[in-house]
T-cell receptor
Framework: DTAVSQTPKYLVTQMGNDKSIKCEQNLGHDTMYWYKQDSKKFLKIMFSYNNKELIINETVPNRFSPKSPDKAHLNLHINSLELGDSAVYFC?????????????????FGPGTRLLVL | KQEVTQIPAALSVPEGENLVLNCSFTDSAIYNLQWFRQDPGKGLTSLLLIQSSQREQTSGRLNASLDKSSGRSTLYIAASQPGDSATYLCAVRFLTGANSKLTFGKGITLSVRP
């Protein structure tokens, strides 16, 4: 009955490789997110999708490409991995209000994917 | 620039103490503020969500307050227990239009000693 799940949990790979992280939510939410938590534990949003449409892209290198096949899934593909990409990547979901409507509710986070680039 | 600050970065207290974790934010125009808990190697769990029209929220031994005008929130933990040891993150949803996002502080790592 996991709400937000991510695979894999751990990912160790060589610099220059291409890898994907998958995320699924069974909460019926219409908005999904990818966050990056760096070595100093600072959590920052990367992307947000609402009903499969990209709505937030926070100056992330174009080596990172999110893909949302349906509103329950948001996958993250990373090309040409670099050492600085090593971090924990969290997926989250929420049910966001329509523009001008409220309130905004909580986000539910997945367990994280620990990426180590060697 | 809209920022969220949590000081200190770490806190160690003996079991049983009542404690207050602080969060400050730079812009009083917010939708809401949330407190999350993160255990080592785990994801984030939402503890309390305070909408901009509210002053506080309570859940068990936790009480969160919000003062928008001063840009501050506090998370009060009563009768702390070793199981409360974790990192506590404050996140603010600023009023930036339809596509607003959560802005996180860097967290306070709490250690409750038996």
């Amino acid at each position: 009955d996991t709400a937000v799940s991510q695979t894999p949990k751990y990912l160790v790979t060589q610099m220059g490789n291409d890898k994907s992280i998958k995320c699924e939510q069974n909460l019926g939410h219409d908005t999904m997110y990818w966050y990056k938590q760096d070595s100093k534990k600072f959590l920052k949003i990367m992307f947000s999708y609402n009903n499969k449409e990209l709505i937030i892209n926070e100056t992330v290198p174009n080596r990172f490409s999110p893909k949302s096949p349906d509103k329950a899934h948001l996958n993250l593909h990373i090309n040409s991995l670099e050492l600085g990409d090593s971090a924990v990547y969290f997926c989250a979901s929420s049910q966001d209000p329509a523009p001008g409507q409220g309130p905004w509710e909580t986000q539910y986070f997945g367990p994280g994917t620990r990426l180590l680039v060697l | 620039k809209q920022e969220v600050t949590q000081i200190p970065a770490a806190l160690s207290v003996p079991e049983g103490e009542n404690l207050v974790l602080n969060c400050s934010f730079t812009d009083s125009a917010i939708y809401n503020l949330q407190w999350f808990r993160q255990d080592p190697g785990k994801g984030l769990t939402s503890l309390l969500l305070i909408q901009s029209s509210q002053r506080e929220q309570t859940s068990g031994r936790l009480n969160a307050s919000l003062d928008k005008s001063s840009g501050r929130s506090t998370l009060y933990i009563a009768a702390s227990q070793p199981g409360d040891s974790a990192t506590y993150l404050c996140a603010v949803r600023f009023l930036t239009g339809a596509n607003s996002k959560l802005t996180f502080g860097k967290g306070i790592t709490l250690s409750v000693r038996p």
